[in-house]
């Protein structure tokens, strides 16, 4: 399970020490970053599922954004690379902020490349809120991340989220409009694998996470409106992605 917007240790060890996820044996892995406002990427995991091998923080220091959190562990007994991020927000405006998150995105595409050139068959998982869609070029000509899950070729990324962000849905939402920059992107190889086999994507948009009502009323029930509490979850909504034989 990849997280954003973590502010210290002290949070995951509570999430991880709640006991509806306590009796599952949750751990936890996040570094100390980058980003001003010191919030991180943190990656929440069962270790009866995923072994760890190796972990550490990738470092984005040319525009002190987010680390782009890289796990290596044995999943199904496969070796997995799993890097958790948090691109730049478009706070500054769209055109303003692109090169900010082209910059991370090329940072994925590099080390993408250097798994693929060891071997092409490489089980990769890049998830995250990017803040951008996935037919944006971040996603689409720099990460190089493809919405077509037939390409005959090896070692490329493939974006499950294309066909649902163009069907109208989303996982945040800004002036009425619903975005999708929350996607979890894989390598080729979980398509083709059948133990680790790519079975579908979804956005989790259960009821108890979005306001009551319909339309513009249900949309994610964020934990605060303005500096009021507002008893939600999130502003985004999480999305996963199926795996199995």
Do not use: C
């Not at 071997?119 to 944006?136: C, L, Q, S, V």
């Not at 493939?158 to 066909?163: A, E, G, L, T």
């Amino acid at each position: 399970i990849g997280l954003a917007e973590i502010e210290n240790k002290n949070v995951l060890k509570d999430l991880t020490n709640n006991p509806l996820l306590k009796k599952h044996g949750y751990k936890y892995i996040t570094y100390d970053g980058h980003d001003p406002r010191g919030i991180d990427n943190a990656l929440l995991y069962r270790s009866s599922y995923f072994k760890v091998l190796s972990s550490r923080a990738i470092a984005i220091k040319k525009i002190g954004t987010r680390d782009i959190l890289y796990v290596t562990g044995i999943l199904g007994g496969d070796t997995v690379h799993v890097l958790v991020n948090h691109w730049p927000s478009r706070r500054e405006g769209i055109k303003q902020s692109d090169p900010k998150r082209a910059t991370v995105a090329n940072a994925n595409k590099r080390m993408v490349d250097s798994l693929f050139k060891i071997n092409a068959d490489t089980k990769i998982i890049i998830m995250g809120d990017m803040n951008d869609n996935p037919t944006d070029e971040s996603i689409t000509q720099v990460l190089k991340a493809s919405p077509n899950s037939d390409l005959k070729k090896h070692g490329y990324l493939y974006n499950p989220w294309v066909s649902i962000y163009k069907s109208g849905k989303g996982t945040s939402v800004y002036h009425k409009q619903w975005d999708h920059f929350d996607q979890i992107i894989i390598s080729e190889a979980f398509l083709h694998d059948k133990k680790l086999h790519f079975r579908k994507a979804e956005i989790f948009d259960a009821a108890f996470i979005r306001n009551e009502g319909h339309g513009d009323d249900a949309y994610p029930k964020r934990s605060f409106r303005g500096k009021q509490w507002n008893h939600g979850y999130s502003d985004h909504l999480p999305v996963m992605i199926h795996l199995g034989n």
